[in-house]
C-alpha cells in the first residue's frame, strides 16, 4: 500500500510528487508522455499580467512556495533549474512609460514594479522609450527540470511508463486499486490529456494552443527577459527562446507556418538585428474557462483527486496548488472556493 498513486508529471505532477515525498509520503508516478505543455514551456514566472497591469491572482503567496520548492528541489537532484532574471518591459511611447509609473503606485503592484526607467541601450534592440522592470521575476528551465525529475524517480523505482487505463482504477475501502498496484488516494495531474478521464472530463477545461521559435541572433545581446507582446528569452550561445502565441480553437501540439508568422512578426517589433529560427514548438496548456486551477476529490470518489488547470502560468501556480491540495487531503485544510472543483457542481450535487 502508498499513500499516492499520480498519474502525469508535467509541472502539475512533479509539484504534488514533491510535496509528498517531502511529507514522507510514499508515491507512484505513471506517464504516457502525451503530453507537452511543461516540456516546452517557456518557463518564465512573473507575478504581473503586464497587459492589464494587474497582479497576479495571489503572486505572492506563490512565490514564496514557489522560491523555497525549486530550491530544495535542486539540492536534491543536484543541478540549476530555477534563474532569477529581471523581466523588462519596452516602452513604445511616453504614455506607456506614464501608464507604467502610474501603476507603480498601486499598493498591490509596487513590490512588483520598479519605479526606475531603464534607459540602457541592449545591442540589437532600439528602444528610445527606455523599458520598465518587473521585480521577483525569473524563469524555470522546465524541460530540464522535467528531465532530471524523471531520471530521480526512476533511479528510485518511483516512475511507471505507462497510459493509464481508466477501466482498470478500483475504489476499495480504504482506497484504490490499480492492476497491481494499492494506494491510499490517486491524484490525477494529466493537463489537457484530461479529456480522456472520464472521473473529471465533465470540468471546463479548454486548452489554449501555444506555440514557440528558438532564434539565433549573433547581434543580440541581453543579459535580462525583454517582454512586450512576445518575450524574448536569452539561453546563450546567441540564442534565444521566443513566444508565445495563444489559439483557442487548434488542440493539436503541431507547431504551424501561421504560428511561425505570428511570432516572427512580433520579434521584427522587438528586436532591429538579423536572426533564423533554429527551432519550433508548440503545446496545449491546460487552461479553464474561469481561469482558475482545477483543485480537489471527485464529489461521489473520497480517495480521487485532481490537480489541474494550471493553464499559463505552471511554474508558479504548480508548487502553491500541489501544496494546497496536500493539505486538503491530509488535514483537511479547506481549499480556496476559487479553485476548488466543486464550484462547477449543480446546486443539488453541492
Ligand atoms: C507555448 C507554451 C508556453 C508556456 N509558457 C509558460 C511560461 O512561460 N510560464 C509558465 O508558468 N507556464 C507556461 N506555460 C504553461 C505551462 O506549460 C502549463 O501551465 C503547465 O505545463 C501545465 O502542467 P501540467 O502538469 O498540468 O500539464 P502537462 O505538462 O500537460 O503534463 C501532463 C502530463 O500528464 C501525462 N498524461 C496525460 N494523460 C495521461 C494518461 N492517461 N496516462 C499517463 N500519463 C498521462 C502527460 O504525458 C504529461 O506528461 C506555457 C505553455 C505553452 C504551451
Same mark, same amino acid.
Given at each position: 500500500?502508498?499513500?499516492?498513486?499520480?498519474?502525469? /508529471?508535467?509541472?502539475?505532477?512533479?509539484?504534488?510528487?514533491?510535496?509528498?515525498?517531502?511529507?514522507?509520503?510514499?508515491?507512484?508516478?505513471?506517464?504516457?508522455?502525451?503530453?507537452?505543455?511543461?516540456?516546452?514551456?517557456?518557463?518564465?514566472?512573473?507575478?504581473?499580467?503586464?497587459?492589464?497591469?494587474?497582479?497576479?491572482?495571489?503572486?505572492?503567496?506563490?512565490?514564496?512556495?514557489?522560491?523555497?520548492?525549486?530550491?530544495?528541489?535542486?539540492?536534491?537532484?543536484?543541478?540549476?533549474?530555477?534563474?532569477?532574471?529581471?523581466?523588462?518591459?519596452?516602452?513604445?511611447?511616453?504614455?506607456?512609460?506614464?501608464?507604467?509609473?502610474?501603476?507603480?503606485?498601486?499598493?498591490? $503592484?509596487?513590490?512588483?514594479?520598479?519605479?526606475?526607467?531603464? /534607459?540602457?541601450?541592449?545591442? @540589437?534592440?532600439?528602444?528610445?522609450? @527606455?523599458?520598465?522592470?518587473?521585480?521577483?521575476?525569473?524563469?524555470?528551465?522546465?524541460?530540464?527540470?522535467?528531465?532530471?525529475?524523471?531520471?530521480?524517480?526512476?533511479?528510485?523505482? $518511483?516512475?511507471?511508463?505507462? /497510459?493509464?487505463?481508466?477501466?482498470?482504477?478500483?475504489?476499495?475501502?480504504? &482506497?484504490?486499486?490499480?492492476?497491481?498496484?494499492?494506494?491510499?488516494?490517486?491524484?490525477?495531474?494529466?493537463?489537457? &490529456?484530461?479529456?480522456?478521464?472520464?472521473?473529471?472530463?465533465?470540468?471546463?477545461?479548454?486548452?489554449?494552443?501555444?506555440?514557440?521559435?528558438?532564434?539565433?541572433?549573433?547581434?543580440?545581446? $541581453?543579459?535580462?527577459?525583454?517582454?512586450?507582446?512576445?518575450?524574448?528569452?536569452?539561453? @546563450?550561445?546567441?540564442?534565444?527562446?521566443?513566444?508565445?502565441?495563444?489559439?483557442?480553437?487548434?488542440?493539436?501540439?503541431?507547431?504551424?507556418?501561421?504560428?511561425?508568422?505570428?511570432?516572427?512578426?512580433?520579434?521584427?517589433?522587438?528586436?532591429?538585428?538579423?536572426?533564423?529560427?533554429?527551432?519550433?514548438?508548440?503545446?496545449?496548456?491546460?487552461?479553464?474557462?474561469?481561469?482558475?486551477?482545477?483543485?480537489?476529490?471527485?464529489?461521489?470518489?473520497?480517495?480521487?483527486?485532481? $490537480?489541474? @488547470?494550471?493553464?499559463?502560468?505552471?511554474?508558479?501556480?504548480?508548487?502553491?496548488?500541489?501544496?494546497?491540495?496536500?493539505?486538503?487531503?491530509?488535514?483537511?485544510?479547506?481549499?480556496?472556493?476559487?479553485?476548488?472543483?466543486?464550484?462547477?457542481?449543480?446546486?443539488?450535487?453541492?
Amino acid at each position: 500500500m502508498i499513500d499516492y498513486l499520480i498519474i502525469g /508529471s508535467g509541472l502539475a505532477g512533479i509539484s504534488f510528487s514533491e510535496m509528498a515525498l517531502q511529507n514522507n509520503k510514499s508515491i507512484l508516478v505513471a506517464d504516457n508522455n502525451s503530453q507537452n505543455s511543461s516540456k516546452i514551456a517557456g518557463g518564465l514566472y512573473n507575478p504581473v499580467i503586464l497587459k492589464r497591469f494587474s497582479e497576479v491572482w495571489q503572486a505572492q503567496e506563490q512565490l514564496v512556495v514557489m522560491n523555497e520548492f525549486f530550491a530544495v528541489l535542486e539540492k536534491k537532484l543536484n543541478c540549476k533549474v530555477d534563474f532569477k532574471l529581471p523581466i523588462l518591459r519596452k516602452f513604445f511611447s511616453i504614455e506607456e512609460q506614464n501608464n507604467w509609473f502610474a501603476a507603480s503606485d498601486k499598493i498591490n $503592484l509596487a513590490p512588483f514594479l520598479s519605479t526606475h526607467l531603464i /534607459s540602457k541601450r541592449y545591442p @540589437g534592440i532600439n528602444s528610445p522609450f @527606455g523599458y520598465g522592470e518587473v521585480l521577483q521575476t525569473g524563469y524555470v528551465n522546465t524541460a530540464l527540470l522535467l528531465d532530471k525529475y524523471k531520471e530521480y524517480l526512476i533511479k528510485n523505482e $518511483l516512475y511507471l511508463e505507462e /497510459s493509464f487505463d481508466y477501466n482498470a482504477l478500483l475504489e476499495e475501502r480504504d &482506497g484504490i486499486r490499480y492492476k497491481n498496484i494499492q494506494a491510499k488516494h490517486i491524484i490525477f495531474a494529466e493537463g489537457f &490529456g484530461m479529456h480522456a478521464n472520464p472521473y473529471f472530463n465533465h470540468l471546463p477545461l479548454d486548452g489554449t494552443k501555444g506555440e514557440l521559435l528558438i532564434i539565433k541572433a549573433p547581434q543580440l545581446d $541581453l543579459d535580462v527577459i525583454v517582454n512586450t507582446s512576445v518575450f524574448i528569452l536569452p539561453l @546563450g550561445n546567441d540564442l534565444f527562446k521566443v513566444g508565445a502565441t495563444y489559439n483557442w480553437k487548434d488542440k493539436t501540439d503541431l507547431p504551424t507556418e501561421e504560428g511561425k508568422a505570428e511570432l516572427v512578426e512580433r520579434i521584427k517589433e522587438v528586436i532591429s538585428c538579423d536572426f533564423e529560427i533554429v527551432s519550433h514548438f508548440a503545446g496545449v496548456r491546460p487552461t479553464v474557462k474561469d481561469r482558475k486551477p482545477l483543485i480537489g476529490t471527485h464529489p461521489n470518489h473520497n480517495a480521487i483527486h485532481i $490537480l489541474n @488547470g494550471l493553464g499559463t502560468r505552471g511554474v508558479m501556480l504548480g508548487p502553491a496548488m500541489a501544496k494546497a491540495l496536500f493539505e486538503y487531503i491530509e488535514y483537511k485544510k479547506p481549499l480556496d472556493k476559487e479553485i476548488d472543483i466543486k464550484r462547477f457542481l449543480s446546486k443539488g450535487e453541492k
